[in-house]
C-alpha cells in the first residue's frame, strides 16, 4: 500500500488500489505524498513511528500506514489526532483486537467521542448517530477498518471470519452530546476533565433499538433492562446504553444519577441459567444468583451509559459485546493534539 504519484486520472488510481485489495468495497480517496506529509503534521508523528504492535499477529502499525489509510478513507487531516488515540485504545490488550478481528461474531470498533475535540471536528451527536451525513463520523470508524483490513490483515473471507457481519464495520463513531445530557459525560465519569478530549472503544455487535413512545422513567428502564436480557445476546460482557435525549430526560426523573440507573438495568437484566443451559447459550453451569437468575454483567460499572441522538423521537439503543464470554472491554485514551503528541515525544 503506498502513495499514488502517478495515474491516468483519479478513476484509474481508485481502481487500482481496488484491485489490490486494499479497499473495504467502496472508492477510496488516492492518497498522494503531499496528502500524506499534511496528515503526518496533523498527527504530530513521524512515517516510521510505532502507533502500535500485534505480536499474535507479528505486525506493526506505523504511523505512516495510519495517515495513508486515513486519507483513503476520506477524512481530514485534523481527524488525525482522534484515529491516533483510537488506534492505542484498540491496541491494549482489553480491547482484544486480535480476536474481535477475526472472530465469526462480526465485530466493530464501537467508539464514543467526548470533550471539545466533538465541536472541533464536527463529529454527530444528534440524529442519524448510527447512520449516514457527517463526514468526520463516517471516515474515522473507514479509517479504523481500512487499518483492521490493510495494516493487521483481516481482510473478508481470509482473517476476518464473520459469519453475517456487522454494519457497523463501515464505520461505528460519534459523539455524546454532553450539553443535552442530565447526567455527567462519560469522560468525566471516567476520571477525566471535561476539558479532557477521549476516545472510548469496544468492540461490539450493532446497535439494538430500544422502542418507548409513551413511558415514562420506569417504563423506559423495564423497557431497556429487557433489551439487554435478550437471550440472543446475553453473555458475560460489558456494554453500552445510547439514550436519546428523550428518554435520558424521562430516566433522570427516575434515576437522577448514572449510578442508580445501572444498578437498575443490573439487578433487572436477568435470564434463569436453566435457560440459558435449555436452549444452548451455555454449554456448562456458571454463577447464578439465589433466585438461579444469571446477569448482563459482572458489575454494574460493566453498563455504560452516554447520551447522544435526535431531540424528538423515542428510540434508543443498546450496544453488547461482541463476545459470547468476556472477552474485550472498553478502553479509553485521550486525544492529544500535534503538539501535544510532540511535547510527549521529548
Request: aromatic fraction near 8%.
Amino acid at each position: 500500500m503506498e502513495a499514488v504519484s502517478e495515474a491516468a486520472d483519479a478513476y484509474e488510481a481508485i481502481e487500482t488500489y481496488h484491485e489490490k485489495g486494499w479497499t473495504d468495497g467502496l472508492p477510496v480517496v488516492p492518497p498522494t505524498p503531499e496528502l500524506l506529509e499534511r496528515f503526518l503534521e496533523a498527527s504530530g508523528l513521524d512515517a516510521d513511528d510505532v502507533v502500535f504492535h500485534l505480536a499474535e499477529r507479528k505486525r506493526t502499525v506505523r504511523a505512516g500506514k495510519v495517515a495513508l489509510n486515513a486519507i483513503m478513507a476520506g477524512c481530514l487531516s485534523s481527524y488525525m489526532p482522534v484515529v491516533i488515540a483510537a488506534l492505542e485504545a484498540m491496541a491494549e490488550p482489553a480491547y482484544n483486537i486480535h480476536s474481535s478481528a477475526t472472530s465469526t461474531g462480526g465485530a466493530a470498533p464501537f467508539m464514543v467521542v467526548n470533550g471539545p475535540v466533538r465541536h472541533e471536528i464536527g463529529l454527530n451527536m444528534q440524529g442519524n448517530i448510527f447512520g449516514p451525513g457527517n463526514r468526520a463520523g463516517a471516515t474515522i470508524g473507514r479509517a479504523l477498518r481500512l487499518i483492521i483490513i490493510n495494516c493487521l490483515g483481516s481482510k473478508p473471507g481470509l482473517l476476518d471470519r464473520s459469519t453475517q457481519g456487522n454494519p457497523g464495520k463501515y464505520s461505528f463513531t460519534f459523539a455524546e452530546w454532553e450539553e443535552t445530557s442530565p447526567w455527567e459525560p462519560l469522560n468525566v465519569e471516567l476520571g477525566y476533565s471535561a476539558e479532557t478530549s477521549t476516545v472510548t472503544l469496544l468492540a461490539a455487535e450493532g446497535p439494538h433499538n430500544i422502542q418507548n413512545h409513551y413511558g415514562k422513567g420506569r417504563g423506559i428502564a423495564e423497557t431497556a433492562a429487557a433489551t439487554m436480557a435478550g437471550l440472543g445476546s446475553m453473555s458475560e460482557g460489558q456494554s453500552c446504553f445510547v439514550f436519546a435525549p428523550e428518554h435520558a430526560h424521562l430516566l433522570a426523573e427516575e434515576f437522577p444519577t448514572k449510578e442508580e440507573l445501572k444498578g437498575y438495568l443490573f439487578e433487572n437484566a436477568t435470564l434463569p441459567l436453566s435457560q440459558l443451559l435449555r436452549t444452548g447459550k451455555l454449554d456448562k453451569p456458571i454463577d447464578a444468583d439465589q433466585n438461579g437468575n444469571v446477569r448482563h454483567a459482572l458489575k454494574p460499572d460493566d453498563i455504560y451509559v452516554v447520551v447522544a441522538g435526535g431531540e424528538a423521537g423515542g428510540h434508543s439503543s443498546w450496544v453488547p459485546s461482541w463476545s459470547r464470554r468476556r472477552n474485550g472491554e472498553f478502553v479509553t485514551r485521550p486525544v492529544l493534539s500535534a503538539a501535544e503528541r510532540r511535547e510527549s515525544r521529548g
